[in-house]
């Protein structure tokens, strides 16, 4: 079994729109260890989606096709559908009153591009949309199972997640190895690469990395039986460079600490330029949070350094983060070197801050 992934649209094409839906769920994909082949764009050109649907389905079993279920001329990838396969679609009584509900709700009246979205082959399995118009399905046909999501990420990201994965999960024929996940801080894939792999040398199992500034994801698809002997050879080599969970960076779970302890902070940053604060600063939290010297708080943090960066020295060893901080009972002082590398020092900086943040408030709430 194989799956692959057809983005249509003319903006795509084009590069006006980043395809923001095919890299997450490709990765998805990847993450789950479910098999997937080529990755293919086309235009809103009917001709394109069936030539493309034409050499899509001679080698993979899946194909989700993402964007074209829209109420406009251009949508029309459920027509190149039907056109493929040669089934008829039909108006499904659910996507009709979906519609219908969503026009009631914005006081519109539906016109004929808003019924098309109520067409799908008749065997189709419908996706609910909770934030737009455009219902998916999947539609089995002839061995093969095409997935059709629609185009804005807000509604095809959540549909995926919600709906497709877990069905692909379920009904597909499932690889028997599990993935095992580590976020790494602050190395470089060239400087943990060889260590990793010369400690799984021999074992049957297949590794990979995923940077994401200043995280390095590393990842080991193996057999359920060998988890826990890849477990503890790794652990202990990685412990040292994990500084937050899989799923949350430093910096979330320094946001979560701050709304959880409901308590105002300061944070005087004179290191990263601003990037911390935004990092931080969201609806549920921004009263508690005070990145000025004008009404200083119980909690007080001032955080320096960088002064190699913002000299625009060249990037080479290591430089100094500070951190002062005061609850009124104690004070105190952190000094850190972190690796000078280049100028994504400061997003290092935002994040090995919010660990060390995260810690003291502990400490000192």
Same mark, same amino acid.
């Given at each position: 079994m194989t799956i692959a992934i057809l983005s249509t649209g003319d903006e795509i094409i084009h590069g006006d729109t980043l395809n923001t839906n095919a890299h997450y769920i490709a990765h998805a994909l990847c993450s789950e260890g479910l098999p997937l082949g080529l990755q293919v764009a086309c235009s809103d050109k009917e001709n394109e989606i069936i030539d493309s649907l034409n050499f899509l389905t001679e080698h993979h079993d899946i194909l989700i096709l993402i964007g074209g279920l829209g109420p406009t001329k251009d949508d029309i990838t459920r027509f190149a559908l039907a056109k493929f396969t040669k089934?008829?679609?039909i108006q499904h009584a659910d996507a009709l009153d979906h519609i219908e509900k969503k026009a009631s709700i914005a006081k519109i009246s539906l016109n004929q591009g808003n019924l098309q979205q109520c067409l799908f082959p008749a065997n189709a399995r419908l996706f609910p949309n909770p934030y737009g118009t455009a219902m998916? !399905?999947?539609?089995?046909?002839?061995?093969? *199972?095409?997935? $059709? /999501?629609?185009?804005?990420? @807000?509604? !095809?990201?959540?549909?995926?997640?919600?709906? *497709?994965?877990? $069905? /692909?999960?379920?009904?597909? @024929?499932?690889?028997?190895?599990?993935?095992?996940?580590?976020?790494?801080?602050? /190395?470089?894939?060239?400087?943990?690469?060889?260590?990793?792999?010369?400690?799984?040398?021999?074992?049957?199992?297949?590794t990979g990395y995923r940077l994401e500034t200043p995280y390095l994801e590393f990842k080991v698809r193996c057999?359920?039986?060998?988890?826990?002997?890849?477990?503890?050879?790794?652990?202990?080599?990685?412990a040292p460079h994990i500084i937050s969970s899989l799923e949350t960076k430093a910096s979330d779970q320094l946001r979560s600490l701050i709304v959880k302890n409901n308590e105002p902070i300061t944070i005087i940053d004179d290191v990263t330029g601003g990037l911390l604060q935004s990092l931080l600063v969201r609806p549920e939290n921004y009263h508690l949070l005070n990145f000025h010297n004008l009404n200083r708080t119980k909690l007080y943090f001032h955080c320096s350094g960088l002064e190699n960066y913002w000299s625009q020295q060249a990037p080479q060893g290591t430089t100094k983060l500070i951190i002062h901080y005061s609850n009124q009972m104690q004070e105190g002082r952190e000094t850190h070197q972190i690796p000078y590398r280049s100028a994504m020092v400061v997003h290092y900086a935002a994040e090995w801050l919010s660990f060390r943040l995260f810690h003291l408030i502990n400490q000192l709430h």
């Open positions: 089934e008829p679609l998916g !399905c999947s539609y089995s046909w002839k061995g093969k *199972v095409f997935i $059709l /999501l629609p185009g804005p990420p @807000r509604e !095809c990201l959540p549909m995926f997640n919600q709906d *497709v994965l877990p $069905l /692909l999960l379920q009904t597909s @024929r499932h690889s028997n190895k599990q993935i095992l996940r580590w976020r790494i801080f602050g /190395l470089a894939e060239s400087e943990i690469a060889q260590i990793l792999e010369e400690a799984l040398e021999g074992l049957d199992c297949q057999k359920k039986e060998l988890v826990e002997k890849i477990t503890s050879i790794i652990d202990p080599i990685l």
